[in-house]
């Protein structure tokens, strides 16, 4: 079953993996995985001798020759599957030849006419897609890239994927969904980003998580994100961006001492009676709402200039977060513990907020509009750190689903219970 | 007469009388009321061919200023007429949108006066006046304008929180919470600004300490502010209150450039600026100031519903930079009254007054002043007497004390 939206784009990522992880294979992945490695790289010097060839042929011919497209969508398809094996987003070890189907794959169109001007630039061009696809560390076609991201600290969803997924796959011997979603949305950015700087497409990579067949589950979540943005971005109020907010990274400084008090008497009163007083989960709820309205309008994610209070609906990039429920007290005891590795994962997200903010705003300093990739990209973010707060803030007792998947299906209820065989006298 | 109307009326009537009597108070000065400045030769003093060039050099910076105030009103109209457009781009309340209307009009501004700062800029390289880079002067000055986007979040909030609980009486607690928050500024700042180091001169230092008993000042540091990277022109300041008081030599003045005597002048100037209580008493004018302007803001935006809307702000940006404007002149005239009387201090505590000469004369080649500037230009941009009048003053005290 396809989505529409993912069905329009010439390169589809399709995810059949089934969440179950054999431990001994996980325990050694990264040595088993070896022979790749070294294939990979042999691969890809064929892949890039290849791709010059193609490049004067799409020049000349604005077309693609059949046989050299073929080898390099091999080449793309191969590399998501070894990238989804690394990073656990997949179980099955991957043939070297990227021809076979996989849990994780990629759907990549036939050669189809492209223009010469966008041919003839296409490494420029793909600089922000590659920058981004560094960023999420989701191709091992881009190693090169996603090593000087890692370098740099900005990057590697996928990595930090990868560490969390193994240790809780070695625990579990299941991957966690969310986690495998994140990883997938990897693969697919940098399968896109990789098939377009390679000419096997001239559409542009798009980062709007969740485009994948079949349609991602999207279970439901105590503290949810809303998008209702139009797009459009006012010059003026871009370029002056960073100073527009000053007022309020001060506020929300202030702010944030208050929140932190707060939270350590919400958790006191949450060991005793089990959940969190009312007056004070509306409290720490405006604290991580309005400072989810205020990285949204600094990272370009969101138009208007957002209000200081974190009221509720309104701002277009707005979170809802459900009332107080009660909390199991070993939970609420632990609580410091149990969410640093989602803090792990929330600074991936914010190396991944930095950068679609960066290149949101040259983008709408440029055309007075932001992509729609990247805002949806830039909210799934948000979403994920503001549940990271929302956990450590006693506000929900449910752990941060780090799936960037916005808009999903919801899961199918758990198989019911068979019914007792019916006694015949 | 309605009592509401004479309740009004009476009010005025009692802060119309106070200001008068606090204006009176303030304006005393310890340079004699009977001192008549002699003529000064203006050619034969500073010599004829700097004073041409001085005056070439500031014409340019005269066109360009009054350019870019033309500009500044020009947007500012603009921005006073469609500006409330803006409010849609906000998702603030009332005063987070006028804060925020505020800094896009100030955004505005800013990138208006960016061409005339960078013309001014080359034409101070061209004379060698600065050294700062095109880069540095555009880009690198955006945590001072950071700091004046929330000093204007800060004004915003006051005045809208107060008309929005007062109506239309906030412009007299306004113009008092203002007051309070420039003192508090002003005595601060000491604390805020890097880069002052201790001095290493022990002559200095010695001199210093002797002009401070003189002057019945005790305990304010000198500091010295390296700037001989920007720029070579020469300059030293009095800043902070009380406890936090400073004075600030620029690293320029002690370059070689100036002899010992005329460093002397300096402190002793700077000195006189703290004995004398100049930066309480600019406080005090400006409070004097920020009563009228403020109630000029409340009556000016009466018609977009008063200060307490944010619709209201684009037209009080305007307003409050005519009155700016108006008040120029008034406010320079003050800051030229207490810079006399620094000099007058500094003469009498030096009893130099061929230093002070040398020390002006000297400041028209380092800084290309013009010591004899027109009018217009001397009552609206001249915060400190001209060079000519500076000469004539240690002229006047030579002659006054037969030396």
Known sequence: MSSPHAAQRPVRLVVTDDLARRRSTVLFRLVLALPHLVWVT????????????????????????????????????????????????ASPYPSFTGSTEYPVD???????????????????????????????????????????ALLSGTGGLAVAVAV????????????????????????????????????????????????????????????????????????????????????????????????LLAAIVAWVVALVLGRVPRFLHRFLAAFVRATTHVWAFLYVVGRPFPGFVGREGSYPIDLTIAPPARQRRLGVLARLVLVLPAFVLSSAYSGVLLVVGVMGWIAALATGRMPVGLRDLGAAAL??????FAYLFLLTSRYPDSSPVLRGRSPEPPPLSPLPAEVVP | ???????????????AAGWVVAAWLLAGSVVPDDLSLPHVDVDATFGSGLVSRAERYERFLYVDWVLAQAAALG???????????????SAAGPIGTGMFLGMVGLAIVWL????????????????????????????????????????????LLVVMALARWLGSWWWIPGAGVFAVIAALLVFVSPYLTEGLDPVKDPRLERTYQRFEKEQGVDGIPLRIQKVSGDTSEANAYAFGMGPSSRIVLWDTLLDGRFSN????????????????????????????????????LMLATRRRGGMGEPAAVPLALLVSAIFSLVVMPGQNLVSRRMEAEADWKALQTTHDPAAARGLFEEFSTTSLGDPSPPTWAYLMLQTHPTLAQRVAMANAWQKRNRR
Do not use: K
């Not at chain 1, 050669?111 to 590659?130: D, H, K, V």
């Not at chain 1, 709007?208 to 006012?234: M, S």
């Not at chain 2, 100037?269 to 008493?281: R, T």
């Open chain 2, 75 to 89: 947007i500012l109209w603009l921005y006073a007429r469609r500006g409330t457009r803006f409010i849609r781009e």
């Open chain 2, 261 to 296: 005597r005329e460093v002397d002048v300096v402190l002793a100037h700077e000195l006189g600026h703290h004995s004398s209580n100049h930066i309480p008493e600019a406080l005090g004018w400006f409070a004097l100031l920020a009563l009228p302007g403020a109630l000029v």
């Open chain 1, 106 to 148: 990629v759907e990549i169109d036939a050669p189809a006419r492209q223009g010469r001007l966008a041919a003839g630039f296409r490494l420029l061009l793909a600089l922000p897609a590659l920058l981004l696809s560094s960023t999420l560390g989701g191709s091992a076609a881009l190693g090169g890239w996603s090593g000087v």
């Open chain 2, 112 to 155: 208006t006066q960016l061409p005339f700062s960078v013309a001014a800029l080359w034409w101070d390289r061209r004379h060698g006046v600065s050294e700062v880079g095109y880069f540095e002067a555009i880009f690198g000055g955006w945590l001072a304008l950071g700091g004046t986007f929330v000093a204007v979040c800060v004004a």
């Open chain 1, 164 to 259: 969390l997924g193994w240790v809780a796959s070695l625990v579990r011997g299941r991957m966690p969904r969310g986690m495998r979603d994140a990883a997938t949305y990897a693969i697919g950015y940098g399968a896109e980003t990789a098939a377009y700087a390679l000419l096997l497409t001239d559409r542009y990579p798009l980062a709007t998580p969740g485009r994948v067949e079949p349609e991602p589950e999207l279970p439901l979540h105590p503290v949810a994100i809303g998008v209702r943005d139009d797009l459009g971005r006012p010059r003026l109020l871009v370029a002056f961006r960073f100073l527009l907010v000053i007022p309020h990274l001060l506020w929300l400084t202030l702010w944030a001492a208050a929140a």
């Open chain 1, 383 to 388: 979403r994920y750190q503001a549940q990271v």
């Open chain 1, 42 to 89: 042999l691969y890809g010097i064929a892949a890039l001798t290849l791709v010059f060839v193609v490049w004067l042929a799409v020049l000349f011919e604005r077309r693609a020759p059949r046989t050299p497209h073929t080898f390099l969508a091999s080449y793309v398809r191969y590399t998501v599957h070894l990238t989804a094996y690394l990073t656990l987003a």
């Open chain 2, 1 to 15: 007469m309605r009592p509401s109307v004479a309740a009004r009326a009476g009010v005025y009537a009692v802060l």
